[in-house]
């Protein structure tokens, strides 16, 4: 008994002391922001903190969905969000964002033209792009000859169990769609369907339908060929040398992660503080160069090593990539391509 | 021979059990970022590991919580424990299926209900919410553990301590809670593990600027999970086992002395 009344006694000390440590007041303005997970140098945070002397209540998603539910639901209060294309315009649709004053955000003006006004947000009013990239494929020389231009490889039986796909509805029927030459967006349903059977009848030749366990796979030589994000492609090929990167020729989805103030926001002025600071040349390079995706910021491009520059795999001339299509939001039509791809993975 | 083979199948059954915490207290060292390339021996992970302020703070949540919500599940569940164990037979079996209905609900259910009840009540999302939530589905936990010890309890034990002239309340104190400690001290470290565990719960009923260990993790999946979350599961595993072996040494020692 004695034993236990000394354990319990130094847990009630302990938590006393933890508490007050938390309880600490700060008088100071909060800005609850919401990421992707691993998305930011977090240097890049406290630096903010210090220059402005605002705190940064930082947290991470895995998804767009899982964001949007936790902001449709309310409770959550966060003053900046990175939500993909699709779900920005979705959440326009839903009246979720406020707009944008742009005199609070100058530094707007090092985003490259060609990621401005696009189709999610045509006028600009309401987000700021952060990273870009494209879907392509990423092969391992060694082990494929012939030269990668069109997704139709994925359906040879060379490659027979040598293959990965994105466990992902919207990339991989949207594979489908681009090798039938379809517009990865189609509301036509024989459209549609013929994707279905087109992954039906390639699913002999999937190794696996994986998800981020791709960058391992590949890396180590597990498969030849694999469905990848442009901007892991550039750290896959950094960690193995025969892996190239290719953008099919039928073209592929162009995606934009952007940040966004929703209306839950009680701290509007400070959201738009932080987004004209991740524009700051200096710390959209640093973000840049942690993350190693593609940026849309003029400025920070110009610190980066040039060979990556170079590196089609990271920034293509975007002039040349025909029929890359941003993905939109597909509303009550989504549940055709949940069916879809539920009759793809049942098969 | 048969002996050979018994002891053949325990190594088996072992090694399944510990080759995947092996494999990532290995990859914990590597240089690389990836699994696919042993790029050499690094500290690096754990160096940074200990500046990221965003674990940091996620351990510091996830442990305050845990301790919080195994304590104080533990003292309502015992409390619980007590009465229930009192009741007349029709409101006993009443009461026991309800508290098992929580433990065979799934997560998701739970957490979604939660979430649901916390912005219908107007509480904002956060710790004090996160806190709730894990308290409520800790303390079923608690009192299907305090409650087997409960029944093996002589009832006369508690009769005599009357007899002796201890008040009800002292007569718990003294003789109830010492004998039934065993359970307690299960439920404690039960309720501790399971929040420690959970993602479900947590992730629906916590707002802004508390995020728990298990969120991290998740958060992480669209770019991989960082080599410095390998690193903390290998402090924590290092730590448990080190807490095992003295808690064992010392119950060892005592017995010894007896």
Redesign the interface.
Known sequence: ?KK?NRLILS??L??TV??LT?CQQDERV?L?V?N????ID?SV??EFEEKYNIRV???????NE?MYVKIK??????DVLFPSDYMIERMIKEDMLHKLDFDNIPNYKYIEGQFKNLEYDPQNEYSVPYMWGTVGILYNKTMVEEPVTSWQILWDQKYSKQILMLDSQRDSIGVALKMLGYDMNTRDLDELEAAKQALIEQKPLVLAYV??DV????????AALAVVWSG?AV?MKW??PDLEYALPEEGSNLWVDAMVIPKTSKNKAEAELFINFMCDPEIAFKNTDY?GYSSPHSEAKKMLDPELLDDPAAYPDLEGLVNYDIFKDLADYLKVYDRIWTEVKAH | MKRFLARGYAALIYLFLYAPILILIVFSFNA??????WAGFTLNWYLELFQ???IMKALYYTM?IA??SA?IATVIGTAAAIGIHNMKRLKKTIVMNLTYIPVVNPDIVTGLSL?LL??FTNL??GFVSLLLAHITFNIPYVILSVLPKLKQLDKNLYEAALDLGATPLYAYRKVI??EI?PGI?TGLLLAFTLSVDDFVVS?FTT???V?TLS??V?????????PKINALSSLLFLTVLILLVIVNFRSGENKNKE
Request: hydrophobic content about 40%.
């Open positions: 008994m236990y847990l009630v302990l938590l933890v508490l938390a909060v609850n919401y992707w997970g691993d998305y977090e945070i406290q209540n930082y947290d991470t998603f895995s998804t899982d639901a309310g409770g959550a209060d966060y998800g981020d960058k391992d796979k590949m890396i180590a030589g597990e892991d750290y960690e193995n993350i | 690389s970022k990836s699994r696919g390339n990221d302020r965003q305050v301790v919080l304590i979430m916390f912005i904002q999302l809670l010492p400690m001290v992730f707002g802004s600027g995020s969120i991290i998740y958060s992480m999946a669209r770019r991989g999970i960082n």
